[in-house]
């Protein structure tokens, strides 16, 4: 969730430009990104570019003041809200945080819940990517010993450092139709950037790893792990680890759960591919105008950057 700089904030941020410390160091030292720090410095310093907390303060309050938030949310902030709901696809809190952080337009998220149920055309719902319905689901666990697949390593067995914070660790899965044709999603946890191919020879394991090199090989110094379920199209990570370098892990079975980042994804892919569309019939070049759609998200746990933004500031 986005939050404004407290008083204190803005006072160590004054003390760290008088010590010519990076935005970067002061970012760390109060606990807030420095993309934070630039725009802080950049949206309320003095007309002699000089940064002084407590009129940095002041400005920041009479802001505050001015925006909508405080006032009837005005006929433009409300057109803009549904283009990014109708033509990005974006949720409530993607469009809160994102105005607040990038513009210093405060509309909360419940206010744009409250538009799209009021909303008589149910277009806006239609783009929500759960309809406004909403289901519950328990998460069961089942450690498995799978044998379907030849020397398949446990997720057990994976470091404690891919936890999803570091940079480097992956998960995949396939989007299928009922035909077998079939997409690869793969999804760096840290930042959710997704990358989207079709495998022209469908579920064969050994082409679906040759894709799985093609995508990876530009980044394989960052690359670390993989992720994937005990589907047999995944047998071929041997040859996988053998030319990447990187270890591929095995969920337990019926336990999506395990590879939660590649599976809310595909949940958002399905809002442009829906269950029984046939895969055949679709471009490359579509498949990466919704690669795109997604990476271009902005999100919540990257205070509202996108994943391509901050995919590719971490794999330099």
Same mark, same amino acid.
């Given at each position: 969730m986005y939050k404004h700089l407290t008083r204190e904030q803005r006072y160590a941020i004054y003390l760290g430009i008088q010590k010519k410390e990076s935005y970067k160091a002061i970012a760390q030292a109060i606990g807030v990104s420095t993309s934070t720090i630039s725009r802080e410095v950049k949206r309320n310093s003095t007309r002699n570019n000089k940064y002084v907390? =407590?009129?940095?303060?002041?400005?920041?309050?009479?802001?505050?003041?001015?925006?909508?938030? =405080?006032?009837?949310?005005?006929?433009?902030?409300?057109?803009?809200?549904?283009?990014?709901?109708?033509?990005?696809?974006?949720?409530?809190?993607?469009?809160? /945080?994102?105005?607040?952080?990038?513009?210093?337009?405060?509309?909360?998220?419940?206010?744009?819940?409250?538009?799209?149920?009021?909303?008589?055309? /149910?277009?806006?719902?239609? =783009?929500?990517?759960?309809?406004?319905?909403?289901?519950?689901?328990?998460? /069961?666990?089942?450690?498995?010993?799978?044998?379907?697949i030849k020397n398949r390593v446990s997720i057990h067995e994976r470091p404690q450092e891919a936890n999803g914070k570091r940079f480097g660790d992956w998960e995949m899965d396939l989007i299928v139709d009922k035909d077998s044709n079939a997409i690869l999603t793969m999804i760096e946890r840290s930042t959710n950037y997704l990358m989207m191919a079709r495998l022209k020879e469908g579920k064969k394991a050994f082409p679906l790893a040759k894709v799985v090199r093609r995508l990876l090989l530009p980044f394989k110094e960052k690359a670390l792990t993989i992720t994937t379920d005990n589907s047999s199209e995944f047998a071929a990570h041997e040859w996988i680890t053998a030319q990447l370098g990187v270890q591929v892990y095995f969920t337990d079975s019926f336990s999506s759960w395990q590879k939660r980042a590649v599976e809310n994804t595909n949940k958002l892919i399905r809002q442009y591919i829906p269950k029984g569309t046939d895969i055949s019939s679709l471009t490359d070049g579509f498949i990466m105008k919704v690669q795109k759609k997604i990476n271009t998200r902005p999100r919540e746990k990257l205070n509202f950057l996108t994943p391509k933004e901050e995919f590719f500031k971490l794999c330099v």
């Open positions: 907390w =407590n009129k940095a303060q002041d400005s920041a309050e009479s802001r505050k003041h001015r925006s909508p938030g =405080n006032r009837a949310t005005s006929a433009e902030i409300i057109w803009r809200v549904k283009q990014y709901i109708k033509e990005e696809q974006w949720s409530p809190k993607q469009i809160s /945080g994102y105005l607040a952080t990038k513009e210093d337009i405060f509309i909360s998220h419940e206010t744009i819940y409250k538009l799209i149920r009021n909303d008589v055309t /149910g277009e806006l719902a239609k =783009n929500c990517r759960h309809k406004m319905k909403y289901t519950r689901k328990s998460n /069961g666990y089942h450690v498995t010993k799978a044998t379907n």
